[in-house]
């Protein structure tokens, strides 16, 4: 039996998936789009899992797309139809953005290694990012003839703006760990070999958090972006309403009170 392209390991109540394809930089075929799919949908339906660390084997944490793949590699014969690129968006890439965008759970990438293309909008669209000191960033589009996708046309500007988007998307330089911390791209930058245990920290740290209210905080501001002031108010309202009524809601005020450390459980 091959060995799966998700590795799945579990500490306590953080879960880590680490893309397998090292020999190919981790980039992505339509199989391991399926096993980190299906992945990710069994960390959210697994109620002891409270965070998750989205990784890479080897030297990177994805490369992107696997150009040989049948399902995008061009049949060059004189003539031949072409791959509808626009299909494989829809089918492989639209569905695990979205899933990682809607996990119950926060999401931490821990970039390893160069995240190309559609493996670095990956790891942007998780809630927090680490990368080591070595790890780049690159938007290798243009490069090809594309643009960027796996919802890095929607990512980027709202991380650095017009123009450092453009910069990024146009030119498609590499662009170091630490300078994308600099500009904003990522949460942080650690050295290489602190990398996984940083991320597990920050993981175990967001575990024992009110998870339920770690999740409506990401949702509340990527609607936001969408709002007015008055809208993003309401919003807010609507939020505390609900999370109010919470379990964590109270625990945390009795925890405070009785100065002494909460146990969130919702979910």
């Not at 397998?20 to 799919?37: D, G, K, M």
């Not at 959210?44 to 998750?52: F, P, S």
């Not at 990177?60 to 060059?76: E, I, K, R, S």
Request: charged residues 20%; proline residues 6%; contains cysteine.
């Amino acid at each position: 039996m091959s060995e799966p392209l998700v590795l799945v390991t579990q500490a306590g109540a953080v879960q880590t998936l680490a893309l397998n394809r090292p020999a190919a930089l981790n980039s992505f075929t339509a199989e391991l789009h399926a096993q980190l799919l299906a992945a990710l949908e069994a960390a959210a339906a697994n109620a002891e899992v409270r965070c998750v660390v989205l990784t890479g084997s080897g030297r990177a944490f994805c490369a992107g797309q696997d150009l040989a793949d049948p399902a995008v590699a061009p049949d060059l014969t004189p003539g031949a139809m072409p791959k509808d690129l626009g299909d494989v968006i829809e089918k492989l890439y639209g569905p695990l953005c979205l899933r990682i965008r809607s996990m119950p759970v926060p999401v931490i990438a821990a970039v390893n290694g160069v995240a190309a293309g559609a493996g670095a909008n990956l790891a942007l669209g998780c809630d927090l990012v680490l990368a080591a000191r070595s790890a780049s960033f690159i938007q290798a589009f243009t490069k090809i003839g594309l643009v960027p996708d796996t919802g890095g046309t929607w990512l980027l500007p709202r991380l650095v703006g017009r123009a450092q988007a453009l910069g990024l998307a146009l030119l498609g330089d590499k662009l170091p760990a630490p300078e994308a911390e600099r500009l904003g791209l990522i949460w942080r930058c650690v050295d290489d070999a602190a990398l996984q245990d940083e991320a597990q920290a920050l993981a175990q740290r967001l575990a024992a958090m009110p998870v339920k209210a770690l999740v409506a905080t990401r949702n509340a501001i990527d609607a936001a972006a969408q709002m007015d002031y008055g809208q993003a108010l309401a919003q807010e309202a609507a939020v505390q309403r609900t999370l109010g009524a919470a379990a964590d809601y109270r625990e945390g005020v009795e925890a405070f009170i009785g100065k002494r450390a909460p146990t969130f459980t919702d979910r």
